[in-house]
């Protein structure tokens, strides 16, 4: 079973930001927390992961609470582009531990 | 360079009958993962190989389901006598495999299966 919680979906306007959230309240100590995105008709892509520090890459950004029991990702400026379905995730991180996907969220883009 | 592929990017069979997928792994990455996903849900985990052994097979449903990567690259999928809930979309993902690193997992556009 899936170890993290989200919102089945959500609205973002272009060019605005797109902000995520995710529960994970039994993650253990060793566990990061990774996300993916599938656009339609693809395979999922990697985005971010962290550990408990805010995390920050080309795509997006990653903030994780002090008691990384719940994190969010932030897309600064959503474009038409970024309509997927986003997967909040967390599993250790080394070779071999498969990924366990829950529902997600689908996030529209709108003009 | 090249991403991971997977051929065919369609089937269709009938329901009793055998088939393969196929899965390219980006070179070099030792870790090869198989998923299925269902319509309208996240993948699910079938077989992890790192290099020509299958690490972890504990996602796959049942002995009709078997998957082999006899030279530690290309893999294969191989579903005996289908069944008409084998329809899905097949996922395959590699990674670097490296202890100590990132595990990024690079997926392929999958191979969408269909059992009539």
């Known amino acids: 079973d899936a170890k993290t919680t989200q919102p089945p979906s959500m609205d973002c306007a272009e060019g605005r930001a797109a902000n995520l959230p995710c529960n994970h309240s039994t993650i253990s100590g060793n566990e990061y927390v990774y996300w993916y995105r599938q656009i339609h008709s693809q395979g999922p892509q990697y985005i971010i992961h962290g550990l408990k520090n805010n995390e920050t890459n080309e795509m997006a950004s990653l903030i994780i609470t002090e008691d990384r029991k719940s994190s969010t990702l932030i897309l600064p400026h959503a474009t038409l582009r970024d309509t997927a379905v986003y997967y909040c995730?967390?599993?250790?991180?080394?070779?071999?531990?498969?990924?366990?996907f829950g529902g997600g969220t689908r996030l529209m883009v709108k003009p | 360079g090249a991403g991971v592929s997977q051929t065919p990017s369609n089937k269709v069979t009938e329901k009793g009958k055998y088939v393969e997928l196929r899965c390219d792994p980006i070179s070099g990455h030792t870790a090869l993962y198989w998923y299925r996903q269902s319509l309208g849900q996240g993948p699910e985990f079938l077989i992890y190989f790192q290099g020509t052994g299958a690490a972890d097979d504990s996602g796959l449903p049942n002995d009709r389901f078997f998957a082999v990567r006899p030279e530690g690259s290309v893999s294969t999928l191989k579903i005996q006598r289908t069944e008409r809930g084998d329809s899905a979309v097949y996922l395959c993902a590699s990674s670097a495999g490296t202890s100590g690193r990132i595990d990024e997992q690079f997926f392929g556009p999958g191979t969408r299966l269909t059992v009539l």
């Open positions: 995730i967390v599993r250790p991180d080394n070779a071999g531990n498969m990924l366990t």
